[in-house]
């Protein structure tokens, strides 16, 4: 080898030097080569996996595989959405089945990559930390030979000391919150290691996240309850109308507290064509919290839920619920309650069941049950020539009343409450040997035939509103990661990494020769910006000599690329 290459090759590892650890970003691996052995194949796919590269391909995986969970019905959030696609796609769901697209975030696939996306962070993690708190207890590298190598580059000659220069340089960028340190005849500094903390940051902020997610869906709970104005609740299991939770949740984890609806309340626009439109829902209620918790009083609105602890109380529904009052042969009242009935289309329009089970006996005395199937408009209009609502506030109420007598079928096991099975039921039939049915308007009865008793349509209409209770544990570890990840990446996006070099020698006619220079992460017009401000500042402290055989001093220039003056 010459001198040139050994000299070029010289100065090559002096600049890499120069801009050694930089990053703490760990080197790219190549292909294990043949013969590589089991334990290096090993530690190759280690390497890999916890490579930058893949743990960005893992966390597109991870968006790309959480599509299908908001697109396909989940039984996991509403199972009878489910069946409704079995049932109307025979043939596309046994793939979905196989590929488990109904249960997608407890998927195997999904769960392979949410892991191995975990593995990748913290494989990725603790190195970079370990080097990086390396760096913090080091200096900055010395100067390299040839300072006219790197991007930013300035020199200019001073009548000063060298001494003096090195230690007004160091003054300087410390003030400019630079760690500097003197390295020889030069001074070395380095600024911008937020980056790193913020490049650290966010990989943890992801680790976070993906614990956060983990521990909300292994220990969550999520139940719905319908409350007519005038009842309660409180917060156990038996007294959800529907619930499901995470394999790791447990009862005890429900937090202790209860509810009273107190009033609910909706308005609508009157006119115009969003007539109908729903403006406000608010469901006013008190509650406390824990056993013997003082009571306090409380608005829930949409997408404003009341907060209790880790529990969330959401108003997700609202309806009507008629006061039904039922007679037997002999007068006396066998049921009297609001019958929460269930809106089917944007004005209310809604049906449901009254089921009597006990103390009922007919006009002849034998004991049986009987059952109502209803329906119900709030405004209804006889203009409109159809049995629907055309307003969903209470303007006409009418409800219409078909009746049945035998056995209700309720000793065979649980039933749906807004069902009426009619296998072991007889309709009621009026003077004409037709189906018994009747409109009531609010204070109206229908009487049954042979002395049977009575069905009222009271003048009390109640309303009633539809709570989802939600509780994830993770929810406030998941808004912090989320928000830390985001100052993280900016912090890594805009802030760069840089170091400056200043050189004070005396040269060969006792003149001393400054130079000073800059070197970034990435080419950035930031670097040389801030040198010429540095070395504008600092020859001001240092001024020019005029070269030999010129009166004028010079000031220093920062050229774009690396070039010496």
């Known amino acids: 080898m010459s001198k040139t290459d050994t000299g070029k090759s010289a100065e090559q590892e002096d600049l890499g030097a120069a801009g050694s650890q930089l990053s703490t970003a760990p080197r790219e691996e190549q292909a294990a080569p043949a013969g590589f052995g089991v334990v290096g194949w090993v530690r ?7 490579s930058m590269r893949v743990a960005l391909l893992l966390l597109l995986l991870l968006s790309l595989g959480a599509i299908p969970g908001s697109l396909i019905p989940q039984t996991g959030a509403d199972a009878s959405k489910v069946e409704d696609f079995r049932a109307a796609h025979r043939t596309l769901a046994p793939v979905y089945d196989r590929l488990g697209l109904f249960h997608v975030y407890s998927s195997v696939w999904f769960s392979a990559i949410y892991i191995l996306l975990f593995v990748s962070l913290v494989g990725c993690i603790i190195p970079r930390t370990w080097q990086f708190v390396g ?3 080091g200096r900055p590298p010395g100067a390299p030979r040839r300072l006219t190598r790197l991007p930013a580059y300035t020199t200019w000659r001073t009548e000063a000391d060298p001494e003096q220069v090195r230690e007004a340089a160091l003054a300087l960028l410390r003030r400019r919150r630079f760690r500097a340190h003197a390295a020889g005849d ?62 790791l949740f447990r009862t005890d984890d429900l937090v202790p507290f209860s509810f009273d609806l107190k009033d609910f309340r909706a308005t609508y626009e009157t006119s115009g064509p969003n007539r109908g439109t729903p403006r406000t829902f608010e469901a006013r209620i008190r509650y406390s919290e824990g056993a013997y918790g003082k009571e306090r009083p409380s608005t829930v609105k949409v997408n404003e839920p009341l907060k209790i602890g880790d529990a969330k109380v959401y108003l997700v529904s609202h309806g009507y619920a008629p006061v039904i009052t039922v007679r037997d042969g002999r007068g ?8 929460p009935l269930l809106p089917l289309d944007g004005n209310v329009t809604s049906n449901g069941v009254v089921k009597v089970m006990d103390d009922y006996r007919d006009g002849k005395g034998v004991k049986e ?27 006409n109420p009418l409800l219409a009343v078909n009746a049945y007598h035998g056995d209700l079928g309720v000793d065979a096991g649980p039933q749906n409450v807004y069902q009426l099975d009619k296998t072991h039921m007889k309709a009621f039939k009026d003077a004409k040997g037709q189906l018994l ?43 912090g990661g989320a928000l830390a990840a985001i100052f993280g990446l900016a912090a890594s996006l805009f802030i760069q990494r840089r170091r400056v070099w200043v050189r004070a020698v005396r040269g060969a006619d006792g003149v001393t020769v400054v130079e000073m220079a800059g070197l970034g ?39 774009a690329e690396g070039a010496e003056k």
Request: hydrophobic share 40%; no cysteine; glycine share 10%.
């Open 44 to 50: 190759w796919f280690w390497r890999q996996l916890t």
């Open 135 to 137: 760096q913090l207890r």
């Open 186 to 247: 030069a001074v070395a500094a380095e600024k911008g290691y937020l980056r790193e903390v913020g490049n650290l940051v966010f990989h943890v902020a992801l680790i976070v996240l993906l614990v956060a997610f983990a521990s909300g869906q292994l220990y969550k709970s999520d139940g719905t309850k319908l409350v007519v104005e005038g009842d309660g609740f409180s917060n156990a299991l038996p007294m959800y109308d529907d619930f499901k939770s995470g394999s």
């Open 332 to 339: 006396k009242v066998v049921y009297r309650d609001a019958v």
């Open 369 to 395: 049950q009987l059952g109502f199937q209803t329906f119900f408009v709030p405004t209804f209009s006889a203009r409109s020539g159809t049995m629907l609502s055309q307003y969903p506030a209470l303007l």
């Open 437 to 479: 049915k009747k409109l009531l308007q609010p204070g109206d009865s229908l009487k049954l035939p042979d002395g049977a008793g009575s069905i009222t349509f009271e003048k009390d209409v109640k309303e009633w509103a539809g709570f989802e209770i939600v509780q994830e544990p993770g929810g406030g570890w998941a808004l």
């Open 521 to 559: 992460r990435s080419e950035s017009a930031k670097v040389p910006e801030e040198l010429g401000d540095l070395a504008g500042i600092l020859y001001d402290q240092a001024p020019g000599a005029p070269d030999p055989g010129d009166d004028s001093s010079e000031s220093p220039v920062v050229p």
